[in-house]
């Protein structure tokens, strides 16, 4: 069983950096398509980015493409999003998930089998 483990959230200033890592565990060797999702208050839950841990391959969602950015952390099997320019709007509850795909199935739009806890963001104005 796969074990996701978020980190950074909380309350950031909006205009502020965010920055929020995923860690997985119990996958053994292998390699994962890990990703980040959110969901705000009232609202259906969205893909943000994904990427591919052995190639690094990433991808964004169209409609967030060129504000978060998705990339591998230091350790195997573990990602960081980050958005430069927190606004209000992107407050809500962000969620890793993973699974075994790919590199080329790899994308924001498919059904992930694992999931983190979430971690809570508020951005505040």
């Known amino acids: 069983r796969v074990l996701l483990v978020e980190s950074g959230g909380g309350s950031v200033q909006a205009g502020g950096p965010l920055k929020l890592t995923c860690a997985a565990s119990?996958?053994?060797?292998?390699?994962?398509?890990m990703g980040w999702f959110r969901q705000a208050p009232g609202k259906e839950r969205e893909a943000v980015a994904t990427?591919?841990?052995?190639?690094?391959?990433?991808r964004y969602a169209d409609s967030l493409r060129g504000r978060f950015t998705i990339s591998q952390g230091n350790a195997r099997n573990t990602v960081v999003l980050q958005l430069d320019s927190a606004q209000p709007e992107d407050s809500g509850m962000y969620y890793c998930?993973?699974?075994?795909?790919?590199?080329?199935?790899?994308?924001?739009?498919?059904?992930?089998?694992?999931w983190g806890q979430g971690t809570q963001v508020t951005i505040a104005s």
């Open positions: 990427l591919y841990t052995e190639t690094g391959r990433t």
């Open positions: 998930a993973a699974d075994g795909f790919g590199d080329l199935a790899c994308l924001p739009s498919r059904d992930y089998a694992y």
């Open positions: 119990g996958y053994g060797a292998g390699y994962l398509c």
